[in-house]
């Protein structure tokens, strides 16, 4: 693992991120390298506190009064120490050397300096099974705790083995009724059941003694297993913990919002970046929050961002352009299958080389400077990969005040000023969803602008008419180490949401699909999906797929016409076995004429439980990796055609073969 | 993906590898590639046939009738067309659609010249709810079968909605009673579910259709995740597969050993070599079931090994020496930590430079010419690996015998002759665990031998008195690509056991950890703890891990006492922190006196719940990767102190900061 910090980030400026002035936290746990390692990392992202997750105080050279000084020294509370396992027990001498147990503990955080720990449900089938049992031991070990001056915070593990519900958690610590004992409500031990968290609304807040959050994707798995290793932070996973914290407040908590997060790969990410991301995600789940919430919603006007999550999103009219960093060798082979896709080569920048491709709306600018270089076995290969997409925005400005809200690194904004042209005053912003997940916001290079940036070459007026209404969706490919953080970045500051994720096998591995959208102006939403490429085989360096992983998919209203007239100019597409048509006509009731018509232009299909239909055609991938996609959707069909992705793959290997 | 074949594999020789002179099968499924890719390297691998899958079939260019010549080209029969899915239905409209979908099937397989089609129980909640209805449905898809010539073998998905156990099939397929209509038995689903397969011997021979054999680590998941995305081959996994594969041939099943493992990993590597494995790893069950049946031990006995399990597996006395790779920088550092731990630098072979170590009993012999460089973002750093292992054994030409046998790249091979020394009479063979599992049967250098290599340096008669009884342990990391395949490679051509794996997270991530064990002459084990390091993050290269990874562990019958020559002779021990001692106090019941004793000698503890008891010590890592432990074993204690494990990489990150 890297120790160099690979982001960069500007810490948030004083006072409380969160609603009604709560208080940021984080478990040490959820962070990789030494204890020291955390706490800077935790200090440095802008926390307010840390949960101390035993095992790394086991494992750390400073004793606990001098940890307790080295987080004081960070301007850091020390809020939970965590866990104490298995407590009671049906064994009357088990419980009993497990109140010694608690009562070294309470020394070690004596000289923390913090007077609250976590009591798991116990998961042994040892445990304590009955309620009377249960509130007996727990009322013994309150009573131990009042006289020492601690206070013990009891969660309901969702794998425990009596108690694994927060309301039977609640019950028992209710019917104990000593203020030493409470209760901690853990977003995951909670939802991951199914549990309805809508309950904690009327437990008394002050028996709330705290709040651990996590998100995690939806898997079908052993509670254990997807809780051990595949939590991630909120927004960036499929829970509903708007809802969730909103009950919590609703009870009148008002303690720390803390992230409890175990993840294999933060694991073994940089902690920094961990611990960035982890603030901005409690900040992006207040904001959502914080709308449900008149009282915290003058926290987020205040920030300059409207409460109502309408307001909140800047709204865009859709991509109006890509820029494809291609590098001198993949740089003509673009331009060989742009132009039969109906995209002219219609200017390039004298200053730079950019090359514009454009038909009517859209436009590709196409790098030949700058590419991604991977090295082979052989020689250094340029690999073009879309290294930003430009969006059309009413309202640039709210582009740069959320990117500045979410401490995400703007490489510049151009304030639109009386200067502008006509054309101009649709700016646009670009994303860059390149290495470094940074946000561009200088003016793209869109149908709008574009006169400012090129020798523009005329064009006949018959060949300006668009073979397209617009950009479908984009393909982009992400490694393991970048995934959170863009599913992260790309629902906070963009605003995008995020559908169920698939998982796609093909004839090269198997790949997790996420498709996430924005709504625009126009009703037609941005559409992106980001494929989670499993390993760097090829190494370091730009991440590339065999058989192509980065693809920009125009849309068009009549897919047998646009495929007609993109033959006319020239295109190949990509060749469709014979097989799959004989597979059509078993599994669809399609017309032979049909798909003879299919077949003709290779044109794949899929259909949906509720009649809509998808149809789709390829080109052959560039340089191994980028290819385009022309698509038309019928009713209301809101996939991708994910079923026909292994013969696409499959296809492009025996093209280049 | 590289495309280079990373192994060059000889081919068995003719005649069927398997018992009863069944035939060896694999489904394409189990390969990543195109069609071609796959077909080519089951042919290569020595397969007798192939079951199509049936997307890959819909992605190839070639039709049907094509790939039947190609197939036969290739020598391979086609013997299992797959899956159908979805049959039965509670909706009459759906079922009749679902017969034309058959029979347009049935004419892709007339061209493929293949007759018998896998029809799998649905999981659709609209499948079949009663079995007089699914019982009349497959009945009419029989007659339709047998009107085309066809047979159909009716499976039970582990997750199906109404049929999900083979008996129940098994039922079905007797209540229709119609020759076209047998069952397919899949040892996935029926394991995974935890099915008593003994069952299987009761079924009538003729009524199974087919065997598809898959392995699989145990898993707390999903079943269909689990059985999409983590099968293995047989002898990866922890299922048995002997006693459901001796079941089925009780039953009289004589048809093919066919493979059908969906696996994330094989999806991207390489076909060749995943279809070699697959290959070997039919050998291998053979070979078990074999030692049952009668019949079959002749076909082992003919292959010059004998028939019993004990006989088969060569018997050794042990690791007697370990051979690092060091490279120029770190052979002096493991100089300096290896005098200290009681191994004197003994002797210096004049010809390759190799360095040799001992004590009374064991061999370390660094190599400082060769050693693993990585490249870090500074200079080039060679780092420490243990490359080989010697092991002592009686009959060296039996292992040689059995990589023969499952084809394993042997670098050469010494016989004895009688020319050898008195001492060389034990012989010792090297595995070779680094790269590419190859295995060298060349002599190693152990304490029998070393004077025909090394300049010995005499040393004092008290200094060859032997601290250690023996290696207790060896550790090595492998990556995702090599896992599976070392696995087989262990447990086939060196008889190893695996235990149930273990997921240990720690300071710098997550790691499984699979200990191997291997029964010696001296009743203690050999025993291997390999790591699966989840992904290279520094690129290409040696697999290392911050805080260490390979790693050599002695035995000692007396921990302090050890710990206190060591310390004599000017070792340092890891340090560990004060935290953990109290934190042992609070969890054992260990008196002061002994705790303080521990936590002088920088000594870990674990017990297990028989009253075993584990002890020991650390050097801190050489080169930031390997590095030595110091255990001592109680009371049968199995494990290898896994739970002190993240104490002892904290501990090491801050010893090197």
């Known amino acids: 693992m890297s120790l160099t910090r690979t982001t960069q980030i500007t810490v948030g400026a004083g006072g409380s991120a969160l609603p009604l002035g709560a208080r940021t936290s984080i478990a040490t746990v959820c962070l990789s390298g030494t204890l020291g390692d955390k706490l800077d990392a935790i200090a440095y992202a802008g926390f307010d506190g840390v949960e101390i997750f035993e095992p790394d105080l086991i494992a750390a050279p400073g004793r606990p009064a001098e940890l307790a000084r080295a987080t004081a020294d960070r301007g850091l509370s020390i809020d939970l120490y965590q866990p104490f396992r298995d407590l009671d027990s049906q064994d009357p001498d088990r419980f009993r050397r497990n109140l010694i147990r608690l009562e070294r503990k309470f020394s070690v955080m004596d000289d923390l300096g913090c007077d ?134 609703a009870a009148g908590y008002r303690g720390p919002w803390s992230l409890e997060v175990f993840s294999d790969v933060f694991r073994h990410a940089d902690p920094v970046r961990t611990a960035s991301d982890a603030h901005r995600s409690l900040r992006y789940l207040a904001e959502l929050v914080g709308a449900g919430h008149p009282e915290s919603s003058e926290t987020a006007v205040s920030q300059g961002v409207g409460a109502s999550g309408e307001e909140r999103r800047p709204v865009t009219g859709g991509v109006v352009s890509i820029r494809v960093a291609a590098g001198p060798t993949s740089a003509p082979q673009l331009g060989e299958v742009l132009g039969p896709l109906g995209f002219d080569l219609s200017g390039v920048d004298s200053s730079t080389g950019l090359q514009l491709y454009r038909d009517a709306e859209l436009a590709v600018v196409v790098d030949p400077t700058v590419g991604t270089v991977w090295t082979s076995p052989g020689a250094p290969t340029d690999m073009p990969t879309i290294a930003q997409i430009g969006l059309r925005s009413a309202e640039p400005g709210a582009w740069a005040a959320r990117a500045a809200k979410f401490d995400v690194p703007v490489a510049s904004i151009a304030a639109p000023g009386p200067s502008s042209r006509p054309e101009a005053a649709v700016e ?126 125009f849309a068009c209203d009549d897919i047998v016409a646009t495929a007609r007239a993109c033959r006319s100019r020239g295109l190949i597409t990509l060749p469709i076995p014979e097989n799959y048509y004989d597979d059509l006509r078993a599994r669809f009731d399609l017309g032979a004429d049909r798909i003879d018509a299919l077949r003709r232009y290779d044109i794949l299909y899929d259909a949906d439980e509720i009649g809509g239909e998808f149809f789709h055609f390829f080109t052959p991938t560039i340089a191994d990796d980028l290819f385009f996609e022309v698509v038309c959707r019928r009713g209301g069909y809101r996939g991708y055609g994910e079923v026909n992705s292994p013969v696409r793959v499959a296809a492009a290997l025996a093209f280049d073969a």
């Open 116 to 249: 609250l720990l976590l009591v798991c449900s116990s998961p042994l089938a040892s445990a304590a099974c009955d309620d009377g049992l249960l509130t007996e031991q727990l009322a013994t070990a309150a009573q131990l705790a009042a006289a020492r001056g601690k206070r013990l915070a009891y969660e309901a593990l969702a794998w425990g083995h009596h108690v694994n519900d927060y309301r039977h958690a609640a019950a028992i610590v209710a019917a104990v009724d000593n203020p030493a004992l409470g209760t901690c409500l853990d977003s995951f031990h909670i939802l991951s059941r199914g549990a309805d968290p809508s309950g904690i609304a009327d437990l008394p807040g002050d028996s709330i003694f705290f709040l651990q959050l996590a998100d995690a994707p939806r898997m079908a798995m052993d509670l254990l297993q997807w809780s051990r290793h595949h939590r991630c932070l909120p927004g960036q996973g499929n829970f509903d913990l708007v809802s969730f914290t909103d009950h919590v407040l």
């Open 428 to 553: 646009v912003v670009r994303l860059d969803v390149t290495d470094s997940l940074a946000i561009d916001l200088r003016p793209a290079l869109s149908a709008g602008s574009w006169q400012r940036h090129f020798d523009l070459v005329p064009r006949e007026p018959a060949a300006v008419a668009s073979l397209y209404t617009g950009v479908d969706h984009i393909g982009i490919g992400m490694g393991p180490a970048d995934w959170e953080a863009a599913m992260l970045l790309l629902r906070s500051v963009f605003g995008m949401s995020v559908e169920e994720g698939l998982d796609v096998p093909d004839a090269v591995g198997t790949m997790r699909s996420q498709a996430l959208t924005s709504a625009t102006e126009s009703g037609e939403p941005i559409r992106l999906v980001a494929s989670l490429v499993p390993s760097r085989l090829d190494g370091h360096g730009p991440l590339r797929r065999r058989g192509g992983l980065t693809h920009a998919a």
